[in-house]
């Protein structure tokens, strides 16, 4: 009898064991879907805020096809090649393309495998894969030099901005709204998972700043809710010289607009300085 009961007190503790392991697999299995929110809808385009572009298919180095648009600035002091965000599309960024049109520069934003009209499914090495081509485009077709290129990530995008500053020789990097990688994001969020064991993604921004010697520009906000603002200063007090920080304000998504002024002149700053 008291072996019955011993074992009677052990079964909710094998429940809650069995249903951790249960999350653990959900965990790992569904990374994914947690970080990538595709949209396939292109619902704007450039000519809906009244700027010229033209529609990009790109080549990634392993075939896949991915979508861009490239957007010309008439006198260009340099070329934007924009790494967006984990949500939406392309059609997502037009307020950011027009800033950057204002800034005199010419942009070419593209869309990560399995977003927009880009061919594929996202994965970390893809999404680099995708910037790359991005790259290829401006220096082959585009005869951009490379010094020329400011390459320009936010949140997910700014990983990937610095990954293609780690594997080609760009003129800036400017780094808006990232996170030192998804490790460290994933444990705040989830303090309950073991997620440095478990993360199949890195995107490891803070790994890589202190080895790349061009210009960066690291942007953050205070008041990010998604991104905590210690990501961004962390970021910055890593980087190798030459290096600034921008403190903007507002929300995660829309904070490049509220801060109207303050975020685009400190843009043009640094811009002036290395252009």
Do not use: C
């Not at 499914?121 to 910037?131: L, N, Q």
């Not at 990688?181 to 309950?192: A, E, I, T």
């Amino acid at each position: 009898m008291k072996t019955w009961g011993k074992r009677m007190l052990l079964y909710p503790f094998f429940i809650l064991v069995g249903l951790y392991l249960v999350l653990l697999g959900y965990a790992w299995l569904s990374q994914g879907n947690m970080l990538y929110f595709p949209s396939r809808e292109i619902t704007l385009t450039p000519a809906d805020i009244g700027l010229a572009y033209e529609d990009i298919s790109l080549t990634a180095s392993d075939g896949m096809k991915i979508a861009a648009w490239y957007i010309p600035a008439a006198t260009a002091r340099g070329v934007v090649l924009f790494s967006h965000g984990n949500a939406g599309n392309i059609s997502d960024r037009l307020d950011s393309i027009r800033i950057f049109h204002s800034l005199n520069l010419g942009v070419l934003i593209y869309d990560y495998r399995g977003y927009g009209r880009s061919q594929g499914a996202p994965t970390e090495e893809g999404t680099y894969r995708d910037a790359l081509a991005g790259w290829d485009y401006l220096v082959s077709v585009r005869g951009i030099l490379p010094e020329k290129i400011i390459l320009f990530g936010r949140s997910l995008g700014s990983a990937v901005a610095a990954e293609v500053a780690l594997r080609r020789k760009a003129g800036a990097l400017i780094i808006e709204s990232g996170f030192t990688s998804v490790p460290d994001l994933g444990s705040r969020l989830y303090p309950f998972l073991p997620i440095r064991l478990l993360a199949r993604y890195q995107y490891a921004t803070i790994d890589k700043v202190g080895r790349i010697t061009i210009p960066k520009l690291i942007i953050h906000s205070q008041q990010d809710e998604i991104i905590p603002f210690e990501h961004g200063r962390a970021v910055f007090e890593k980087a190798a010289e030459p290096r600034e920080f921008l403190q903007i304000r507002g929300g995660h998504n829309e904070g490049f607009l509220v801060s109207g002024s303050l975020y685009i002149t400190g843009m043009d700053r640094f811009l002036s300085r290395h252009f």
